[in-house]
T-cell receptor, first 108, second 114 residues
C-alpha cells in the first residue's frame, strides 16, 4: 500500500535556530497535510498543499508531487514549537496516509 | 471552542467489554472519518462516511462498528474489547470526500483496555 516515510524521527533545536522535516512518498500523492500534535494530544492543522509552497509565520512547507516529497521548514524555533509533527498524504480524495512523526524538542 | 467534539477524552475498559466513542462536528461537514493511532505507529485510516453512508472501511474486524444517527455524528462502537485495541482514536470531518477538502481532526479519545 501507499507509504509515507518521515524523517527525522526526533529533532532537538536550540531556540532561534531552524531545521527541516521531510516526508517521502512511495507513490504519487495528490496533496499533503502537515499537523502538530500539541501537549493535549490534539492534531493542529498547519498546512494543506496540493502543490507548491505555503508559508505561515516561521513555518514554510513545500510539496512536489512529481518528485514525491514534502518538506516543513521551521525557522527561529521557539519553545512552544516543541511537539510531534506529522505529515499525511492524500492519494484518494478522502483517505490520509500518515508518516510516523517527528518529535521536536526546542530548548533554551 | 472545538468544532469537533470527541467524548470521552480518556477511557479505560476491561477485556471483553463494549464501549462507544462519541464524535460530533459543528462545522456543517458532510463527511466524517475515524483514524486510530496505536503505540509507536502512525495514524491509520479506519472508516469514512459521507452523508451518513459508509464510503470506505479499512478495519478488518467487525468488532468496530461506526454509527451515524445524525449527519454531524459518527460514533464508534467497539465490542469484545482486547488489549490490542488500546490506542488513541481520532475523529475527523471534511466538507466532502473529493480532492482538496482537507479534513479537520478532533482531540482524540485515548482508550486503554486492561
Amino acid at each position: 500500500g501507499d507509504q509515507v516515510e518521515q524523517s527525522p524521527s526526533a529533532l532537538s533545536l536550540h531556540e532561534g535556530t531552524g531545521s527541516a522535516l521531510r516526508c517521502n512518498f512511495t507513490t504519487t500523492m495528490r496533496a499533503v497535510q502537515w499537523f502538530r500534535k500539541n501537549s493535549r494530544g490534539s492534531l493542529i492543522n498547519l498546512f494543506y498543499l496540493a502543490s507548491g509552497t505555503k508559508e505561515n509565520g516561521r513555518l514554510k512547507s513545500a510539496f512536489d508531487s512529481k518528485e514525491r516529497y514534502s518538506t516543513l521548514h521551521i525557522r527561529d524555533a521557539q519553545l512552544e514549537d516543541s511537539g510531534t509533527y506529522f505529515c499525511a498524504a492524500e492519494n484518494m480524495g478522502y483517505k490520509l496516509t500518515f508518516g510516523t512523526g517527528t518529535s521536536l524538542l526546542v530548548d533554551p | 471552542d472545538p468544532k469537533i467534539i470527541q467524548k470521552p477524552k480518556y477511557l479505560v475498559a476491561v477485556t471483553g467489554s463494549e464501549k462507544i466513542l462519541i464524535c460530533e462536528q459543528y462545522l456543517g461537514h458532510n463527511a466524517m472519518y475515524w483514524y486510530r493511532q496505536s503505540a509507536k505507529k502512525p495514524l491509520e485510516f479506519m472508516f469514512s462516511y459521507s452523508y451518513q453512508k459508509l464510503m470506505d472501511n479499512q478495519t478488518a474486524s467487525s468488532r468496530f462498528q461506526p454509527q451515524s444517527s445524525k449527519k454531524n455524528h459518527l460514533d464508534l462502537q467497539i465490542t469484545a474489547l482486547k488489549p490490542d485495541d488500546s490506542a488513541t482514536y481520532f475523529c475527523a470531518s471534511s466538507r466532502g470526500t473529493t480532492n482538496n477538502q482537507a479534513p479537520l481532526f478532533g482531540e482524540g479519545t485515548r482508550l486503554s483496555v486492561l
